[in-house]
């Protein structure tokens, strides 16, 4: 009888963390939504207004992946060559995928 009782006694402890952490891990995420999306509101805005018509999220995340292939496929790097043709065709891989997204109509 005692040993179940100070079982449940912390099994209630633990789901009382649970809660806690449960609470703090969705304050937490509502914080970082609310941070992240106000930025890229504005860049689909931007995008939207040099393509002259509706840029999705989606289709902005597609732009500047293939934006930072380019920098990472264009600036001069002192590494291998074999890094520096991956980088090339990582930049190719994602202009491919961006072209594939922006000729979806939104």
């Known amino acids: 009888m005692e040993n179940n009782l100070i079982l449940s006694v912390k099994a209630g402890k633990a789901f009382e963390l649970a809660e806690r952490v449960n609470g703090v891990l969705k304050a937490s995420k509502t914080v970082l ?9 504005s860049l689909c805005r931007y995008y939207s207004g040099i393509f002259e018509r509706k840029v999705s999220r989606w289709q902005m995340f597609h732009l500047l992946h293939a934006q930072v ?3 990472f496929a264009a600036c001069p790097v002192d590494g291998p ?3 520096r043709a991956a980088c090339c065709a990582w930049f190719g891989w994602a202009v491919l995928r961006c072209r594939r997204a922006m000729s979806v109509i939104s």
Do not use: E, G, S
Request: charged share 15%; no cysteine; glycine share 0%.
């Open 33 to 41: 939504m609310r941070a992240v999306q106000a930025p890229a509101d």
């Open 69 to 71: 292939a380019f920098v």
């Open 81 to 83: 060559l074999l890094l």
